[in-house]
């Protein structure tokens, strides 16, 4: 937690975050610790018996933490869920609407729709593309937003005359080969994040191969297509590509490579990878080489948070990824 504290400036005391799995051992440690430690009000998920019976083998209280589930919700809940699952998805048949709304991932979603939390963090006994699709099917998009995505907080040591200089990547988790219009998205989606979490203005950078049309393709072409379509979407917002990773990051490479003004170039804090390829390989020779501390990925582009965890999730990890996704709450 030392870690990510002066990243938690929007976190403010309260806020609830709903739990689906919350019988998994880990999950109900990290409930009593974020409740102890006033980070979060945790609501856990699951059969009821199941989720005592996990804190009783860990040698954990329940007391504060409140259990519900799903499956034996009160009616009146489940009946006010469909109804506004129906309104949302205009179709779907009542029988089937009832039913997803027992499911822990889809309640977990309709009660932040509905105000009963203000996020919900899931993911070490689903995968991450259920996990997506119960945030898409439940809370949804932000305006103006089409693509889900997610972002890694990176914390480099020395950069920058840091001790940790945060930086935030983006996407390294979700979307393998995104296009113009999708990598606006990750962009618009990320500088919001980076809004919530840094101590500074978002600077984003759209990476590349080339720097400001040292290099010619499709490739790049794809990046300046999504500048303009950013441009226009966010005309106040400060990016800039197509640009190298030096070229984006260091200032006296930037005043050699870029010979345009830029507010972004040699000052990024936010870096837009082409494609998961790229993003997944640089998030991780970051981590490993530098010896930077990769906290992530967070899922991003919902209209209320969401967030995934690993399978291996530790209990920290749980904990670190509630904390940031209710920072990320207005």
């Not at 345009?260 to 000052?267: C, E, F, I, R």
């Amino acid at each position: 937690m030392d870690n990510i504290k002066p990243y938690l400036k929007n976190l403010k005391t309260g806020r609830r975050v709903v739990l689906p799995e919350g019988s998994d051992p880990r999950i109900v440690k990290a409930a009593r610790r974020l409740l102890d430690e006033s980070i979060a009000r945790p609501i856990l998920l699951g059969k009821t018996d199941e989720i005592i019976n996990a804190a009783r083998r860990e040698s954990c209280a329940l007391d504060g933490i409140e259990l519900i589930d799903p499956a034996d919700a009160p009616t009146e809940m489940i009946e006010n869920f469909s109804e506004a699952y129906v309104a949302g998805r205009p179709g779907t048949r009542d029988g089937v609407a009832r039913r997803l709304m027992r499911k822990p991932l889809f309640f977990a979603g309709m009660l932040v729709k509905n105000g009963g939390a203000d996020a919900f963090v899931a993911g070490v006994s689903h995968p991450t593309a259920r996990v997506i699709e119960a945030g898409l099917m439940t809370i949804g998009l932000a305006p103006g937003i089409n693509t889900p995505s997610s972002y890694f907080l990176m914390l480099v040591p020395g950069f920058r005359g840091a001790p940790h200089s945060p930086l935030i990547f983006a996407d390294c988790a979700v979307n393998i080969d995104p296009d113009s219009e999708q990598l606006a998205d990750i962009a618009l989606a990320s500088a919001s994040s980076a809004a919530h979490l840094l101590n500074d203005t978002p600077k984003v950078a759209l990476l590349s191969f080339s720097t400001r049309g040292s290099a010619r393709h499709v490739r790049v072409d794809k990046i300046t297509d999504a500048l303009d379509i950013i441009r226009r979407r966010a005309p106040e917002l400060a990016v800039d590509g197509e640009l190298q990773a030096d070229s984006a990051l260091i200032e006296t490479v930037a005043k050699a490579k870029v010979r345009a003004d830029s507010t972004v170039a040699g000052h990024a804090n936010v870096l837009i990878f082409p494609d998961l390829d790229a993003g997944n390989i640089a998030y991780k020779l970051t981590q490993y080489l530098a010896d930077a501390i990769a906290i992530g990925p967070f899922l991003q582009g919902f209209s209320r948070p969401v967030s995934d965890l690993s399978r291996g999730a530790s209990v920290d990890d749980i904990i670190a990824a509630a904390a940031i996704t209710l920072a990320s709450a207005d």
